[in-house]
């Protein structure tokens, strides 16, 4: 059976690839990530913050002004679209999970096809690397700004791997979505551009040295420029439309960099050398495939010389910059973009011992096999992914049982439309299982100490702003001795391997 010549059937196969690729995705994101519809909800605080932010701009909030925040504009412009989407569940939190990380996938397999040729070893490779990818200590909770961002690298590094072999410049399209990609990381986590600094250093080094086209170059400037300024205008222009230009530069990047980072005399080679080793020691899947994508390129240095530059460029600029100020172990997902160049000498392998082709024999002429063979290792792989992914012990949960939902109720029952304070933690779900959108700019305690941040919460407190604050393993008496609040619920829950003690305070009554 062939699949037949219509224009579906035509489709089908030019784009056979980028389907599997979103299927996989899907597939394996339906396990591994508590945004999917198989988990009561999503409790990481990192996502919460993001959603929170996004419900605000909907309704007219503005970040830094209204709602503070760590992370960039262009993160809240995309939450917004997901929370437009979906309010009330996490579905459009899970659909763009399913499409940024099926991007990530698509474009490792185009790398993959670089190196291999024309073959359909690279389906079951994309089902291996995705589960291999989410079931990483680095992958956390799903959703990270990270692995959302992982096709952006995966793309640029697919477009410099492609030009080097063909012996050209990157085209203008190419040098334009990488420069919107690059607008996209400024403009949400700037700690990642040393992966565009890198691939800036190489492209530079390759067209002055293997291309001799100082033309060419000056128009692959040109481009990538134009990207970034088609991301920056429409950030300018909103926040100068709303006053807003100052506090989004002293929010964005003054705060991040002057009293986020810690202070840590270490120089910065020795530093980044013991945050990839810790990254290596916490991610053994991460660390595993990228000794192995080293080591090939290594081997092939006379052969492919620019390949290794490339990379390793473009690597240890990533690094640099991500690893400059302060770390969480969810960082080290950004360098799954480079997981891909660790499967491909695992396949070549598979093909000196002759399996591929004795795969190939059996399934020749016989496109259901070619089918039912990718199912199994489909199947094989989600397996793989039950038992080994961190996230799956919060699919014994149901909503009653988790703290979030149950303050939501009594909160709703007591009162029309609740106010209330996350206090002394990060956005932990209640604002979005209560529906309530925050009525101060500090809706939450941050990890950064950012001028003001207690000043409003105390402020909160002693003037009886909100009907409800919530606090986490510390009584509001720590906080804020004398307050007009009592304790009138607790909740414990599993979070991060720690056992939690919510309390729901309400203000009282005739106050």
């Known amino acids: 059976m062939k699949i037949p010549r219509t224009p579906v059937g035509g489709l089908l196969r030019r784009h056979s690839l980028l389907l599997f690729s979103f299927l996989t995705a899907a597939l394996t994101l339906l396990i591994c990530s508590k945004s999917s519809p198989l988990y009561p909800m999503n409790d990481w605080v990192d996502v919460h913050c993001f959603l929170t932010l996004g419900k605000g701009l909907l309704n007219g909030m503005v970040p830094y002004v209204d709602l503070y ?14 929370a437009l989407f979906s309010q009330k569940s996490f579905f459009g939190q899970y659909l763009l999970e399913v499409i940024s990380f099926g991007l990530f996938l698509y474009f490792s397999g185009r790398i993959a096809l670089l190196y291999l040729g024309k073959s359909r070893t690279v389906y079951p490779m994309i089902s291996i690397l995705g589960v291999l990818s989410a079931c990483t200590r680095a992958f956390c909770h799903g959703g990270s700004v990270e692995q959302l961002c992982l096709f952006m690298f995966t793309y640029g590094l697919w477009t410099v791997l492609s030009a080097s072999k063909q012996d050209r410049s990157l085209t203008a399209t190419e040098a334009l979505c990488n420069g919107i990609f690059a607008g996209c990381i400024l403009w949400i986590k700037y700690s990642m551009l040393g992966f565009y600094i890198g691939l800036a250093v190489f492209v530079l080094i390759f067209y002055t040295f293997w291309l001799r086209d100082w033309r060419s170059l000056l128009r692959t400037m040109g481009s990538f420029l134009l990207g970034v300024v088609i991301v920056t205008v429409p950030v300018f222009l909103y926040f100068l439309a709303t006053g807003a230009l100052d506090d989004l530069f002293t929010a964005y990047f003054y705060n991040n960099i002057f009293l986020y980072p810690e202070e840590d005399t270490t120089p910065l080679l020795q530093l980044i050398q013991t945050r990839l080793s810790r990254a290596w020691e916490l991610n053994p899947n991460i660390g595993g495939l990228l000794a192995i994508g080293l080591c090939y390129l290594l081997i092939r240095a006379k052969e492919a010389p620019r390949d290794l530059l490339a990379v390793c460029i473009s690597f240890f600029g990533l690094a640099a910059t991500t690893f400059m100020g302060k770390s969480y172990y969810y960082y080290s997902m950004v360098f799954v973009s480079f997981t891909v160049l ?53 699919m014994n949960y149901t909503r009653e049982q988790m703290p979030q939902y149950q303050f939501a109720q009594i909160m709703n029952e007591r009162k029309e439309d609740p106010t209330m304070l996350n206090l002394g933690f990060l956005d932990g779900g209640f604002y979005y299982a209560a529906d309530i959108l925050p009525s101060t700019p500090f809706f939450c305690s941050f990890n950064v100490n950012a001028p003001g941040m207690w000043d409003d919460h105390w402020s909160v407190i002693r003037e009886h702003k909100v009907d409800f604050i919530i606090t986490r393993d510390t009584s509001l008496d720590r906080y804020y001795y004398g307050h007009d609040y009592e304790l009138i619920s607790t909740s414990e829950m599993i979070f991060e391997e720690v056992v939690f003690n919510y309390h729901l305070y309400a203000l009282k009554e005739g106050v």
């Open 342 to 394: 660790g499967m491909i000498p695992l396949v070549q392998t598979l093909r000196k011992l002759g399996i591929t082709r004795v795969a190939a024999t059996l399934t020749r002429g016989a496109p259901l096999a070619r089918i039912l063979l990718q199912i199994c290792a489909m199947v094989l792989c989600m397996s793989y992914g039950l038992t080994n992914s961190e996230n799956t012990y919060l």
């Open 69 to 82: 925040e760590q992370k960039g504009p262009v993160l809240y412009f995309i939450y917004a679209l997901v």
